[in-house]
C-alpha cells in the first residue's frame, strides 16, 4: 500500500494514451464490480510495478466514465445541474462496498461529467478510508442544488 497519493491526472492521462491497448479499455469498461478489475491484464497496465489493492480498483473501475478539465466543478455540482434526484444520490453515500461504486459508475454514466481527475481522484481514493469522501459528495450536491444566491432550486 502506498502511502503517497498517485498522480490522478497523469493516470487519466495513461488510460487515454493512445498507446494504452483498446483491449484492455474495454476490459475495464466491461467489468461489472470494482473486485473484478483485479483479474484483469488492465489494471497492472494501469499501475505498473505497483501492488494494487481496493483503492486501485476503484480507480481503475471509474476511469472509463469520466473525462478530463483542470478546474471543473465538483461532481456533486454537476449531479446537481443534471437534476439527478437527491434520492439517488444519496444511495451512493449510504451504499455500501461494492453496490456504491456500482452506482456511482451508473450515475456517472448516467450524468458523462467532466471532473478534475486531481479532485475526483482524490475522493475516490479515499472513498472507503473514511466517510469525508462521501460526505463531500453530499455537502457539493446541496450546496450547488441549494444556492441561496439563485434561490432554491427544485
Known amino acids: ?8 491526472v497523469a493516470l487519466k492521462m495513461r488510460y487515454d494514451n493512445e498507446s494504452f491497448p483498446t483491449g484492455a479499455r474495454a ?5 461489472a464490480e470494482p473486485d473484478d478489475i483485479a483479474l484483469t491484464p ?16 476503484c480507480l481503475a473501475f471509474l476511469l472509463p466514465c469520466c473525462k478530463h478539465a483542470a478546474k471543473a466543478k465538483s ?3 454537476q449531479l446537481a445541474e443534471a437534476n439527478v434526484a437527491e434520492a439517488r ?3 451512493v453515500a449510504r451504499a ?6 456500482v452506482q456511482l459508475r451508473r450515475l456517472l454514466a448516467h450524468v458523462e461529467p467532466t471532473v478534475d481527475w486531481s479532485e475526483f481522484g ?3 481514493w479515499y472513498w472507503y478510508r473514511n466517510d469525508r469522501a462521501k460526505r463531500q459528495l453530499i455537502e457539493d450536491y446541496y450546496i450547488a442544488r441549494f444556492n441561496p444566491a439563485k434561490g432554491d432550486k427544485k
Request: proline residues 9%.
Open 1 to 8: 500500500m502506498s502511502a503517497e497519493l498517485p498522480d490522478f
Open 42 to 57: 488492465a489494471l497492472y497496465r494501469l499501475f505498473p510495478g505497483q501492488k494494487p489493492d481496493d483503492r486501485h480498483l
Open 27 to 31: 476490459e475495464l469498461r466491461r467489468t
Open 96 to 101: 455500501h462496498a461494492p453496490l456504491d461504486m
Open 75 to 77: 461532481l456533486g455540482a
Open 122 to 124: 482524490r475522493m475516490v
Open 89 to 91: 444520490v444519496l444511495q
